[in-house]
């Protein structure tokens, strides 16, 4: 591995906002406070003392702005067709690849004006057929992509929306604000359009606080907030879902030891989505994004009593304020630490379709890329007998129980509370799709609640 800061002049020495790499190629797109969208292209000469370089290719709108004002958020979508942003004031812009005699560019196909504040962060369906979009004026807005239209409108946040995740398998999106909440929003047909089903999410779960025992057993137990409020100093919580659509892993989280607050990232599993299943180790700062490897790994066998028990290994990198942590599921402690990266706070994190960069933007107007060698995260995990990436279910397999005993939630705007004492139940995972297989029963695995101490 090696990797660093590249002392690049990203956007005319401005806060670079935003970035992601191309699903289909080491293009990498950045946005930031010049108003500007840039293509790069990422690539190594293979010496081991060079960091890799990122070459600038065209800025989407050359000479004229598409945007009036900072962009906070670019994304791909899953097809490569598209490219979103989404800007301050509100604005989001569709890009449509197309090729050209001098190789490619990218247009506008569509702006979408509905929002009237600004726009914090972006999330495409597996299917690049819809956009969610999360924004100041406290709402996320579902997009029809072809159209440009308005599909619907998720409301009930009493603050910025900072974060949104769009599960990988269709069935839930997931919004973070600074109101101290998360809001699971599960979808629940109604109608057909064009013989589909059409998409309708109703919120299912609102996290909003747990309940520690109290040491003193005669006081009542201490209700504690599980999320930084809105004096967190930056404008983003992205949140993630797991490539296969397993855990979703929630930044900006709190969590209460020895009456200490401390910083953490909670991994919510799809069995259970009222409560986190795991707490991730405390940081020294706020964990504000959180980007998953698209590629999984086969396992290496180095921990047999690892908390997930998974048929392959999955990798995913959490940001603080000031550092970089990256996790895998065979392992309690992170694999990889980068501290001090920027003199700035951190905005976003991207990762190579192959895996083979990742590369975190800065407000202090720069980006890190970092380079994995061949195989060094691991082996792809490939399905027997053909030739694709998994895509499947992750089981977690949990062995104590969690540090709090109960979390507040309100399910359908009712307030309940649900006890997270260490109960055992069945998980069934969602299909995997193979060919030429044996059997397509999916496994059960059992699921309790732990914290990483």
Not at 200 to 211: G, S
Not at 247 to 263: D, M, Q, T
Request: hydrophobic share 35%; aromatic share 8%; with cysteine.
């Amino acid at each position: 591995m090696r990797g660093g800061t590249l002392q690049i002049n990203w956007h005319d020495q401005q806060p670079v906002l935003s970035l992601d790499f191309h699903p289909a190629s080491r293009r990498l797109a950045t946005a930031g406070a010049d108003h500007d969208i840039k293509i790069w292209e990422v690539a190594s000469d293979g010496s081991d003392d060079k960091l890799p370089t990122a070459t600038f290719k065209y800025a989407l709108v050359p000479n004229n702005t598409a945007h009036s004002s900072a962009v906070n958020v670019l994304r791909f979508s899953p097809s490569g067709e598209y490219l979103a942003s989404g800007a301050d004031g509100g604005g989001i812009i569709l890009w449509k690849f197309h090729p050209t005699d001098d190789g490619e560019a990218w247009k506008i196909h569509k702006t979408l004006l509905f929002h009237h504040k600004d726009v914090l962060d972006l999330q495409w369906s597996h299917d690049s057929a819809f956009l969610v979009s999360a924004s100041v004026d406290n709402t996320c807005i579902i997009w029809e992509a072809s159209k440009g239209t308005v599909h619907q409108k998720l409301e009930g946040h009493l603050h910025y929306v900072q974060g949104v995740a769009w599960d990988p398998l269709g069935q839930y999106i997931a919004s973070l604000s600074s109101d101290r909440t998360c809001k699971i929003y599960a979808n629940k047909p109604q109608g057909k359009s064009k013989n589909a089903e059409r998409l309708n999410f109703v919120c299912q779960h609102t996290l909003v606080k747990v309940e520690y025992q109290n040491h003193d057993e005669s006081k009542p137990p201490i209700k504690s907030h599980l999320f930084h409020d809105e004096t967190l100093p930056s404008f983003f919580r992205r949140l993630a879902w797991s490539p296969d659509g397993s855990f979703l892993v929630l930044p900006a989280g709190l969590s209460k030891h020895n009456s200490e607050l401390v910083n953490t990232a909670y991994i919510m599993s799809r069995r259970d989505l009222s409560r986190p299943a795991i707490q991730l180790p405390g940081a020294s700062k706020a964990i504000v994004a959180v980007r998953f490897c698209p590629v999984l790994f086969k396992p290496r066998g180095s921990n047999p009593d690892g908390l997930f028990k998974l048929p392959y290994r999955v990798v995913f990198a959490v940001a603080t304020l000031n550092s970089l942590y990256v996790y895998d599921t065979e392992s309690v402690p992170p694999i990889l630490v980068h501290a001090g990266l920027h003199y700035a706070a951190i905005t976003d994190i991207a990762w190579s379709s192959d895996a083979k960069y990742m590369a975190v933007s800065s407000r202090d107007g720069y980006c890190t890329i970092i380079e994995f060698e061949n195989e060094e995260l691991g082996e792809p995990h490939i399905l027997p007998g053909t030739g694709e990436l998994a895509e499947g279910n992750v089981a977690c397999e949990n062995k104590k129980p969690v540090t709090v005993d109960s979390m507040e939630v309100d399910v359908d705007d009712n307030k309940v509370k649900e006890a997270t004492i260490p109960v055992v139940s069945e998980v069934t995972p969602p299909p995997v799709p193979t060919k030429n297989s044996a059997s397509s029963k999916p496994a059960k695995r059992r699921i309790t609640p732990i914290a990483i101490n």
